[in-house]
Nanobody, 122 residues
Framework: QVQLVESGGGSVQAGGSLRLSCAAS?????MGWFRQAPGKEREGVAA???????DFADSVKGRFTVSKDNAKNILYLQMNSLKSGDTAMYYC???????????????????WGQGTQVTVSS
């Protein structure tokens, strides 16, 4: 089992920045960030594989970056130029199996955090 704990969410005005962190209790391979707004399906935001390959949703490309500190088992999501449409609960996800490629598909991941709320006001 892997415990994932997200932090760094909060309220910010449009155009601002936030950095989310996800601390994993043990080694993980592929990891990703997802978000879910009220009444909407969970969507992939950013992901990274052990080789450092990343992928992003089109809606966040050029604004968000994802990185992982493998020594500390912490995943980060740097969010810049935030928009009201970025408002959602953000979840961290991970797997421990060997993996290649960054996946934005929720079903790819076995472990999930409890989420951290991001609210962007215009």
């Amino acid at each position: 089992q892997v415990q994932l704990v997200e932090s760094g969410g909060g309220s910010v005005q449009a155009g601002g920045s936030l950095r989310l962190s996800c601390a994993a209790s043990t080694f993980t391979s592929c990891m990703g960030w997802f978000r879910q707004a009220p009444g909407k399906e969970r969507e992939g935001v950013a992901a990274v594989d052990p080789a450092g390959t990343t992928d992003f949703a089109d809606s966040v490309k050029g604004r968000f970056t994802v990185s992982k500190d493998n020594a500390k088992n912490i995943l980060y999501l740097q969010m810049n130029s935030l928009k009201s449409g970025d408002t959602a609960m953000y979840y961290c996800a991970a797997i421990r199996l060997d993996c290649r490629g960054a996946s934005l598909t929720p079903g790819f991941y076995a472990f999930w955090g409890q989420g951290t709320q991001v609210t962007v006001s215009s």
